[in-house]
């Protein structure tokens, strides 16, 4: 029997980067909060010192600091008519466990979305007509303009690096010129730019685009951010991205808001606690508690007034199936909310190969690089290329780190001599170009419980059916495309294109850029929240982070998410407290 | 040092666990910053010496075959002199070889390459069941020898049809009763992780054993774990030949580095 606990004011399942924001701001407000983290306590002088925190066998490829697939995983096909397979250890995407959640070993790119893609169905519908029946892409009820302060109060927050590149409709000299408009530039300049970032930006221009620093949650000055919370400037370690910042130089709840917030008496953080499922009252329409479980099996059951998801992605959905909250989607049907509209990313990138340039990939950090966005949403005609949607593409000097980057042109044999000597000649010498692109939503691309496998509690696992659609292959071959024009314009040895093809593959790393399963919108009938993150039908349960993105857009996730998270928050604040029911009638 | 195994000791017995850091109860925290600056220490590396997980003929196939995969050349050391059979044998004496944090529940099927690794061996018994019928297969073909006792370029032919998956790795001997129900993977899974692995212990900290001298880094000019570059960052193009540093240091300043 679970042991009652007594009833708090709010509860967060997950302690990441949503949940972080979620306690800061309703603690402020004067409720008492609780945060649920399955994983341990992690700050920067113990567990992200310098003193080791550059070791790339155990954090990247022994995931020390990733969810555990023996504990927690997902099943997986490409699509219906497979049987889906348990993917055993990680690889596609990396989801985090631990104070902090991936907050801690994100890279730190981070954007805005465009203004045209919280309008993806009704815009380009009118611009291009009627998109195909498999496609439920959907508008997402909250516009662009609504969000922006709360895309500004994320990135002063976080303390991006970046340079604005459209100011109240003013168009900014070296900034990206398509991006939204926004009150005003960023509160850091942009990273000091390595050289093949550099190389690519004059090759950019010179073929008539507009290149840009990429937006970065890596500092380039010491900042002290709104809470009073001070970041340090970035050494450019380049080891970023899947690492621990020994150095305070890179945006996370630790770095932003954990010194403020965990000394406030009416926060309080329980970690090693999983929470296995939301409960309702009797009516089905109010949340009641949360159950979870200690590491000695213990289990809880912590009631509280309003219930937060912050679990990650797809762990929100997993939770709201376990515990029979909304109508589980059927993709033969094509009712149903919850499993809905999974999205994710694609990607594809050019190496260029030089004989004479040394490109030092070793002096990075994870969000710096130069960017173009012409291919980007819908700022460029569509028509006649047979696909909606687009990408950013970047050359990013992330890291050098070996294991993970040693780069051979095209036709290298994959081991031997050759190899080798292939691997010494060019890593010192390679740049790459990335492409970054949306992936829009399917009747058949979704979540639901897997009839087969268990997880380590004996509950059926999430299981995912996703593949790649032909809109998808043609926009991320066409950005390839272009990418490789503007590689050839560095006036390289040589380049490798690496198209992706084929069916979507769990093996490898692409991006943890998992979306959808519980979407945002404006009908009850295809959407889990409403315009602020607040379930439809169980009105003090929320969800936030990317589970509520209808589709996918062309960029990293978490600005994204940091500022619905924001907008959610304070809608709690002024319209919910004030009294609790729907916010917005459905 | 005391007696007692470290929390790094630990650690680098093979893949880390933060859980093992003495906090793995549930801990309530409240009203305070729960963490205390500057208590981190460094980390020990992995001794040499004795075997941890290998028997002699898999070490000797193991020499081999990794000798093959990153030869030794006109380029330099390869990985069997970079010691990465001393890195593979203690990651797979360690949780990594006993796939601990890998799901490793049945029922278990054939997938498609999209759905990735569904063999119920974990890196450790795999390594064991496919020297061993790797070995027998070249005892059957070239008149008893092993692996390791043919010539260079024989082993290149193997490893090749390894690399294809044609070769069928079977769960004979003592072993198939532990892996019994296991449909013996095809050998092109035994190369990607074999091949993965060798280029794990070829570039990675030394402290794991492999990297030997930091002659992985040295080869491509990777500076290793460096924790500013803030000097370089406007050196555009410029060979900055910076001497490798790893978690402990450089051989230079630290003698007892192996
Ligand atoms: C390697 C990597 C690189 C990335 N790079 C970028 C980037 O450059 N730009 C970008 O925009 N985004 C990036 N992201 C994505 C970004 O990190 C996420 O969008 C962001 O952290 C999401 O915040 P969240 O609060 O939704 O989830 P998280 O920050 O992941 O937090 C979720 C927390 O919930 C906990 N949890 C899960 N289930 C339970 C449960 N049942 N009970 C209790 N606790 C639970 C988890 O342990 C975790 O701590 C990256 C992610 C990864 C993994
Ligand atoms: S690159 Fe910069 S922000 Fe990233 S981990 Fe290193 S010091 Fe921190």
Redesign the pocket.
């Known amino acids: 029997m679970a042991k009652k606990l007594p009833a708090v004011d709010v509860a967060l399942?997950?302690?990441?980067?949503?949940?972080a924001i979620v306690a800061e701001e309703l603690t402020a407000a004067g409720l008492d909060v609780l945060a649920?983290?399955?994983?341990a306590w992690r700050d920067t002088p113990t567990d992200f010192a310098v003193t080791f925190a550059q070791d790339e066998l155990r954090y990247m490829w022994r995931r020390s600091l990733f969810q555990e697939p023996a504990r927690q995983t997902l099943t997986f096909r490409n699509s219906m008519d497979q049987t889906a397979l348990p993917m055993r250890h990680l690889g596609s995407f990396?989801?985090?466990?631990?104070v902090g959640?991936?907050?801690i070993?994100?890279?730190?790119?981070?954007?805005r979305f465009l203004p045209t893609d919280f309008v993806a169905r009704s815009h380009n519908e009118a611009r291009y007509g009627t998109l195909p029946e498999s496609m439920t892409v959907q508008d997402w009820g909250v516009t662009y303009d609504e969000l922006e302060p709360y895309y500004d109060k994320f990135e002063y927050l976080c303390g991006i690096s970046g340079k604005a590149g459209n100011i109240k409709g003013r168009i900014q000299d070296g900034g990206n010129p398509f991006e939204g408009p926004r009150a005003r530039d960023y509160p850091n300049p942009p990273l000091d730019m390595v050289y093949g970032p550099t190389l690519f930006a004059a090759a950019a221009r010179e073929t008539g685009h507009k290149p840009f620093p990429c937006p970065a949650a890596n500092m380039s000055r010491a900042y002290t951010n709104p809470l009073g919370v001070t970041l340090a400037p970035c050494s450019y370690c380049g080891f970023c991205?899947?690492f621990g910042c020994g150095n305070y130089s890179k945006s996370s709840p630790q770095t932003t808001i954990l010194p403020v917030l965990m000394r406030r008496n009416n926060f309080e953080l329980r970690t090693q606690?999983?929470?296995l499922r939301v409960n309702c009252d009797s009516s089905g329409k109010r949340a009641t508690s949360v159950t979870y479980i200690d590491t000695e099996g213990r289990e809880f059951e912590q009631p509280a007034e309003m219930i937060f998801l912050?679990?990650?992605a797809q762990?929100n959905v997993h939770?709201l199936l376990l515990s029979g909250i909304g109508k589980p989607y059927d993709p033969k049907s094509g009712e149903g909310v919850v499993g809905r509209n999974y999205a994710y990313q694609i990607v594809s990138s050019v190496d260029v190969f030089f004989d004479d340039k040394i490109i030092n990939p070793f002096v990075g950090a994870?969000?710096l690089g130069v960017g173009i966005d012409e291919y980007n949403g819908d700022n460029f005609d569509h028509g006649g290329l047979g696909f909606i949607g687009g990408g950013y593409l970047a050359c990013w000097n992330t890291h050098g780190r070996p294991i993970e980057l040693h780069p051979t042109p095209k036709g290298t044999p994959k081991w031997g001599s050759k190899w080798k000597e292939a691997v010494a000649r060019n890593y010192l010498t390679t740049a790459t170009i990335s492409t970054h692109g949306a992936v829009m939503s399917y009747r058949t691309n979704y979540l639901d419980l897997d009839p087969t496998y268990r997880d380590a509690h004996g509950r059926p696992l999430l299981r995912l059916t996703f593949d790649f659609g032909d809109n998808e292959h043609r926009m991320s071959d066409y950005l390839t495309d272009r990418a490789a024009e503007i590689a050839k314009a560095m006036k390289p040895r040589e380049i490798h294109a690496k198209k992706r093809n084929g069916h979507y593959s769990v093996v490898p790393y692409q991006t943890?850029?998992n979306t959808g399963g519980a979407a945002m919108g404006t009908d009850p009938r295809t959407s889990f929240v409403n315009r602020y993150l607040q379930s439809w039908d169980v009105p003090n349960l929320f969800v936030?982070?990317?589970s509520v993105f209808p589709q996918n857009a062309g960029y990293?996730?978490?600005?994204t998410?940091g500022a619905l998270t924001y907008a959610a928050v304070d809608a709690v604040k002024n319209i919910y407290l004030k009294n609790p029911g729907p916010m917005v009638q459905a | 040092m005391s007696g007692s195994l470290s929390r790094r000791d630990l650690v680098l017995a093979g893949a880390a666990f933060i859980s093992i850091s003495g906090r793995s109860q549930a801990r309530t925290y409240g009203g305070a910053v729960p963490w205390t600056p500057g208590i981190a220490d460094a980390p020990r590396g992995v001794a040499e010496g004795e075997l941890k997980f290998f028997t002699a003929a898999e070490a000797a196939f193991v020499d081999a075959a990794v000798a093959r995969l990153i030869p030794a050349d006109h380029l330099g050391p390869g990985a069997k002199e970079a010691g990465v059979t001393t890195f593979l044998d203690r990651q797979l004496a360690g949780p990594y070889g006993r796939a601990e944090r890998w799901y490793m529940q049945g029922p278990w099927q054939d997938g498609t390459k999209s759905q990735g690794y569904q063999s119920r061996l974990s890196p450790a018994e795999l390594y064991r069941v496919a020297i061993k019928s790797i070995d027998q297969h070249c005892r059957q073909r070239f008149s008893g020898k092993t692996f390791a006792q043919l010539s260079a370029d024989q082993q290149d032919r193997i490893l090749t049809e390894i690399e294809k998956g044609k070769l069928k790795i079977e769960d004979i001997g003592p072993h198939a009763v532990a892996i019994e129900g296991a449909k013996g993977p095809h050998s092109d899974t035994f190369f990607a992780v074999l091949m993965q692995n060798t280029i794990e212990g070829f570039f990675s900290d030394p402290i794991y054993g492999g990297n030997r001298d930091m002659v992985g880094w040295k080869l491509i000019g990777f500076p290793g774990a460096r924790y500013d570059y803030r000097p370089y960052v406007g050196r555009h193009g410029e060979k900055l030949d910076l001497a490798p540093v790893g978690i402990r240091g450089r051989p230079a300043w630290n003698d007892q580095q192996s």
């Open positions: 399942v997950g302690f990441g980067w949503t949940a649920l983290e399955r994983g990396l989801p985090a466990t631990g959640g991936a907050g070993h994100w890279n730190g790119q981070n954007w991205e899947k606690c999983e929470v912050c679990a990650f762990h939770l994870g969000g943890t850029h936030m982070g990317s990293n996730p978490t600005g998410i």
